[in-house]
């Protein structure tokens, strides 16, 4: 088909398929918009209809046109919608959504935005790179004059993914190329073209490599730059100039009234190193949305009326705890619950909900120096709180402001505490916690402050780590009892890391550990670990629950070597150890990560006794039919009783628990809400369980008629 060389000033009133055009919006490097009337949904829309020299370059066109039908599965409020891609006789066309609106540069002209302002765009323009990124289209030619902004306040991303192969002679719309195409030739013919508007273009794509996902975040990075200030972190007077500056230098600083979280997500966006910048599109949004809460929750004024402190437990029966009781502390997704029995554990009293509402993520007890503290974090739509208890739930301790909370110059805010772990005997005020966003924080307090672990925070790893289906969360902490310098954490899905300098740095300690969801079946980190223990008594050997594999370390954690040896499935999540044995643990398989339910429909907890060599299902008393059940990761405990109690929790709200270390099985509630966590504690010094009542003396006659029963049903 032949083009016209340029575009017909008389198509205005005429008809492109079922689309009448009303008049020329305005013309780019790309092509003309027109707003047209569609005659059979009765709507306004934009069309943009190619230039000639789009038209001219067919490669260029034909990517184009891939380009724009593979956009148009986009469907986001923040995405400019397109309808239609077509060709006439007057070239292709692409047809979309009409947004009424004004450029954000012209916006943030001269002076820039309110900080506000900029928070609640850079917001929806994360959120739209976000949704487009995770369906595998790369803009490539983001720039403020391609976000639009509503009479409403609704961004609008325009031109997804049309910027791929354009010549380079059509892409300066801001500055021409003329004077860098003389140094840039080679590079830009062995990538296919320059892709975007130069002061918006990453250097890596200066440096001649293919425009990406991490090019858009640079890209959103200038876009925030510009609309806090009104002016772009790099502009020379001519195109060299500016290639020079993006290649070489550092953005001049934002003005004194940019809060600090904002200007540290701007510059990591446009930080030159690719493994220092964000690396998706969801974390800088993250970040945006943690600065902008805490614009919006500032704090209160002083002499301002705060609010209680402590929250007391009513309406709810207390249990009365004594020395030798064991407590069950128990999460679920609506609240906590405590269970108390004596030493016989054969009967509980249950106390609870605490938190109503809440997500209980995780639960500990602290008994050192004589305390008797139950420690809780709290999780609703109003954030995550670290909450405590020292009279066994009667009160609560009611932070008013995130005590556990990432420092501004992060870039990104809390989600959920995933552990709670009391420091060693020697710290008695030492407490540590695993959070999501992956991280470690620690309170040297007693839970009165906390910081954050840097040496583990600003790893270079950490960029690369990415979500489980949990989340990218810090939910195991092991600290060495042999090596008071020596922390092991476990990360879904970063790996195990490990520090030998009491968290100053970190060290990542997965060889051996096989990764089947990714193209390195090995890789130094990304293992998706779901738990991990160790004992005491042997504190080199630790015991792993992988997202696929069991595995065991003798060498503190150096290498591994898998143990799926006899188990239905070696994926899972609970893992315990044996409180005196350091060669028994305790499992408990589900199918696998498409059916994370027990296999088979049987409920079975499987136990080793030799560190992994072979496996033993326990299930007298358990549900062996129908049961398909799961099982988390801290849904399972056990006591320090002889024999020891073992406890856990599924998401169908039963609790089920053992007096004989597994061989046999009672449910000690059911009807619970899904449950998170179990913890199991003996409070103070274990009490010797009451001697079990003789039983009667049986008489002859009863023998004998038992005796009868016997070869009766024998006889049968």
């Not at 707003?35 to 990517?63: C, G, M, Q, Y």
């Amino acid at each position: 088909m032949q083009y016209p060389r340029c575009v017909n000033p008389s198509l205005i009133g005429q008809t492109l398929g079922d689309y009448r055009i009303l008049s020329q919006l305005g013309e780019g490097g790309m092509g003309v918009v027109y707003r047209a009337r569609d005659e059979v949904l009765h709507r306004d829309v934009a069309i943009k209809l190619l230039t000639s020299r789009t038209i001219a370059a067919k490669p260029a066109k034909d990517f184009l046109l891939d380009e724009a039908r593979a956009v148009s599965a986009l469907s986001h409020p923040n995405i400019c919608t397109i309808h239609l891609v077509g060709e006439t006789e007057a070239g292709p066309y692409i047809v979309m959504e009409l947004v009424e609106g004004k450029p954000l540069n012209a916006l943030a002209a001269k002076e820039g935005l309110p900080v506000e302002s900029v928070l609640r765009y850079g917001t929806q323009i994360a959120r739209a790179l976000a949704h487009s990124h995770a369906r595998g289209i790369v803009h490539r030619d983001l720039k403020s004059a391609n976000v639009m902004v509503t009479p409403d306040g609704l961004i609008k991303v325009l031109d997804f993914g049309l910027a791929r192969r354009l010549r380079h002679e059509d892409l300066a719309e801001t500055l021409t190329l003329d004077q860098l195409a003389a140094t840039t030739d080679t590079a830009t013919k062995s990538t296919g073209g320059l892709t975007g508007t130069l002061p918006y273009m990453p250097p890596e794509v200066l440096s001649g490599q293919e425009a990406d996902h991490l090019g858009d975040i640079w890209a959103l990075g200038v876009v925030l730059y510009e609309a806090a200030c009104g002016k772009l972190p790099f502009l020379g007077r001519t195109a060299f100039e500016t290639s020079s500056a993006i290649l070489r230098e550092l953005p001049p600083p934002l003005p004194m009234w940019v809060p600090t979280g904002l200007s540290s997500i701007i510059q990591r966006c446009l930080s030159k190193d690719l493994h220092q910048r964000y690396q998706r599109a969801s974390e800088v949004q993250a970040a945006v949305e943690a600065v902008q809460s805490a614009a919006v929750a500032a704090p209160p004024a002083p002499g301002a009326a705060t609010g209680p402190t402590t929250t007391v437990v009513r309406g709810i029966r207390h249990v009365t705890v004594k020395d030798g009781d064991v407590l069950l502390l128990v999460g679920t997704t609506k609240g906590a619950f405590l269970l108390r029995s004596g030493p016989q554990r054969a009967r509980w009293d249950v106390m609870g909900p605490s938190f109503h509402g809440n997500v209980i993520y995780s639960l500990a007890y602290d008994a050192r120096q004589g305390r008797h503290r139950l420690w809780a974090s709290t999780c609703t739509f109003w954030g995550t709180f670290l909450r405590s208890s020292d009279d066994f739930g009667k009160k609560w301790t009611n932070p008013l402001h995130a005590n556990v909370k990432f420092p501004e110059d992060c870039g990104v805010s809390l989600k959920n505490i995933w552990q709670v772990c009391p420091g060693r005997e020697s710290e008695p005020d030492t407490l540590y916690c695993g959070v999501e966003p992956a991280a470690l924080f620690v309170s040297r307090d007693a839970g009165d402050t906390w910081s954050l672990v840097r040496g583990l925070f600003d790893h270079p790893h950490r960029p690369r780590w990415m979500p489980g289906n949990g989340g990218l969360a810090l939910h195991t902490i092991l600290l060495d009892p042999s090596n008071d310098q020596r922390i092991y954490v476990a990360i879904s899905a970063g790996g195990v890391y490990r520090t030998d300098d009491g968290g100053i740095t970190w060290q990542a300690r997965n060889q051996g550990i096989r990764v089947n969801f990714q193209p390195n079946k090995e890789p130094e980190f990304g293992q998706c670990v779901h738990k991990m223990v160790l004992h005491p008594a042997r504190p080199e050997r630790i015991f792993l629950q992988h997202h696929w594999g069991l595995y065991r370390s003798d060498d503190n954690a150096d290498s591994w070597q898998s143990i799926s040896n006899g188990v239905p499935s070696d994926f899972g999540f609970a893992m315990i150890m044996h409180p005196r044995d350091p060669d028994c643990v305790y499992i408990l398989p589900v199918e696998s990560d498409e059916f994370r339910c027990t296999p088979d429909g049987k409920l079975r907890v499987y136990r080793t006794r030799d560190a992994g060599n072979c496996w033993e299902p326990l299930t007298r008393g358990l549900p062996q039919k129908g049961a398909y059940e799961t099982v988390l990761r801290d849904a399972m405990s056990t006591d320090g009783l002889d024999p020891a109690g073992i406890y856990f929790g599924t998401r169908s709200g039963e609790l089920f628990g053992s007096t004989d270390e597994g061989k046999s099985w009672k449910m000690i509630v059911s009807g619970f809400p899904p449950i998170v966590c179990v913890k199991a504690v003996v409070i103070g010094e274990p009490r010797a369980p009451r001697p079990a009542k003789p039983a009667p003396a049986r008489g002859r006659r009863s023998t004998i008629v038992k005796t009868k029963k016997r070869r009766k049903r024998a006889r049968r």
